[in-house]
């Protein structure tokens, strides 16, 4: 199979991080949840910290799995509530955010007011949700039954958000099209869900990582739709 017209995963960052710089308004906006979960996060493992004494070793352990949002720490980051809210707010922002990432990859300059309209009209949000769900189910079955599976329907299945989005249909034809679609492109799917994973490895930096990373990851963002693109030309 040839991928001559393909761009290669390392190159898709600078397309993507031109997208995103382009578009930054919006996507300080659509990503600024997140933000805050990460910052919140980094904020807890310092109060932590301090109030304990620095060990290299919790920090680096808490940079892999996260801080204790269970301990007493004696500066609060957020009560209960605000930490639910924000994790509702930014489970929202992450299907607003393939909507942004499909349009900026389309060469459209969408608005905050437009995404939001888009992921309410006629059900979206519901729609992707659906998605998301039965994508991991089918996943998950898949890597329990034998692994060999899983690994294929991690590909075959990586463009049916970008799919539903644009073609506005069904989840089932949604799923069935990028079945369809990503059939002798594995490579160049799996390149960019494993530059994104050594992207992620920056988090793994004590204290600063995660914002390493989430940085990384939102320039990144747009790469998975812009591969959307070039298959879609070249199906």
Do not use: C
């Not at 290669?8 to 710089?21: E, I």
């Not at 594995?186 to 992620?200: E, H, K, R, T, V």
């Amino acid at each position: 199979m040839k991928h001559t017209n393909l761009t290669s995963a390392v190159d898709l960052f600078g397309k993507s991080y031109a997208l995103v710089r382009k578009n930054l308004n919006v996507y300080a906006l659509v990503y600024a949840l997140p933000a805050a979960l990460v910052i919140a996060g980094v904020a807890q493992l310092i109060a932590d910290n301090q109030r304990k004494g620095w060990s290299w070793s919790h920090t680096f352990s808490s940079s892999i799995f996260g801080p204790n949002l269970g301990s007493d720490s004696s500066v609060h980051v957020a009560s209960l509530i605000l930490s639910v809210a924000l994790f509702l707010g930014a489970f929202i922002a992450y299907f607003m955010a393939i909507i942004l990432n499909l349009r900026v990859a389309q060469a459209g300059s969408p608005t905050l007011g437009s995404v939001w309209q888009e992921y309410k009209r006629n059900l979206l949000w519901l729609k992707l949700v659906g998605l998301t769900v039965l994508s991991l189910l089918i996943i998950l079955v898949g890597f329990v039954l034998i692994i060999i599976p899983g690994v294929i329907f991690v590909w075959r299945l990586f463009l049916a958000p970008y799919i539903l989005i644009d073609k506005n249909g069904k989840i089932m034809d949604a799923l069935s099209e990028s079945w369809n679609m990503t059939k002798g492109y594995a490579w160049p799917i799996y390149s960019i869900i494993g530059f994104s994973f050594l992207l992620g490895i920056t988090g793994l930096v004590p204290i600063v990582g995660g914002l390493i990373a989430f940085a990384l990851g939102t320039a990144y963002a747009a790469a998975p739709a812009l591969r959307y693109q070039e298959l879609k030309k070249a199906s």
